[in-house]
């Protein structure tokens, strides 16, 4: 049987536990960031024009998810289209798939309606920023 420990031993022990808890939790928020700009900050948005390939492959009534892109594009009606950035207000994560007209948050469940870019369920608070997007020459121009 084992000394009792002393209470200066038992406080460092609980401090080495609290620090690599918080440390932990640090690389947990970290894993949930994505790539930064030369500021410091994510861009939400396309900074540039980005070419998203052809205009057809958005299904009239419904959306894809550009996530390589950070976008997501809805075409409400023929020759119609909406966009709106792909990357989660809540933490930044990009959304990884789309079900039944909701944009997916891999990170935290939060739901955002690709047709309008609100908040279906958080923890996202604010809903998803519009970008312009267009049709030229039957491609889509984002951005």
Same mark, same amino acid.
């Given at each position: 049987?084992?000394?009792?420990?002393?209470?200066?031993?038992?406080?460092?022990?609980? $401090?080495?536990?609290?620090?690599?808890?918080?440390?932990?939790? $640090?690389?947990?928020?970290?894993?949930?960031?994505?790539?930064?700009?030369?500021?410091?900050?994510?861009?939400?948005?396309?900074?540039?024009?980005?070419?998203?390939?052809?205009?057809?492959?958005?299904?009239? $009534?419904?959306?894809?998810?550009?996530?390589?892109?950070?976008?997501?594009?809805?075409?409400?009606?023929?020759?119609?289209?909406?966009?709106?950035?792909?990357?989660?207000?809540?933490?930044?994560?990009?959304?990884?798939?789309?079900?039944?007209?909701?944009?997916?948050?891999?990170?935290?469940?939060?739901?955002?309606?690709?047709?309008?870019?609100?908040?279906?369920?958080?923890?996202?608070?604010?809903?998803?920023?519009?970008?312009?997007?267009?049709?030229?020459?039957?491609?889509?121009?984002?951005?």
């Amino acid at each position: 049987m084992s000394a009792p420990q002393s209470p200066a031993r038992r406080t460092v022990l609980k $401090g080495a536990a609290a620090l690599a808890g918080t440390a932990g939790a $640090g690389a947990t928020l970290a894993a949930c960031s994505t790539e930064t700009d030369s500021g410091g900050h994510t861009p939400a948005t396309p900074t540039a024009p980005v070419d998203l390939g052809a205009a057809a492959d958005v299904p009239v $009534g419904g959306a894809k998810l550009y996530r390589e892109n950070k976008l997501i594009v809805s075409c409400p009606a023929e020759g119609e289209y909406k966009a709106f950035s792909a990357q989660c207000t809540h933490a930044g994560c990009v959304l990884d798939k789309i079900v039944e007209g909701e944009g997916n948050c891999p990170c935290h469940g939060s739901r955002f309606d690709v047709k309008t870019g609100k908040v279906l369920r958080g923890p996202a608070a604010a809903p998803l920023p519009a970008v312009p997007v267009r049709a030229e020459n039957g491609k889509l121009v984002a951005g």
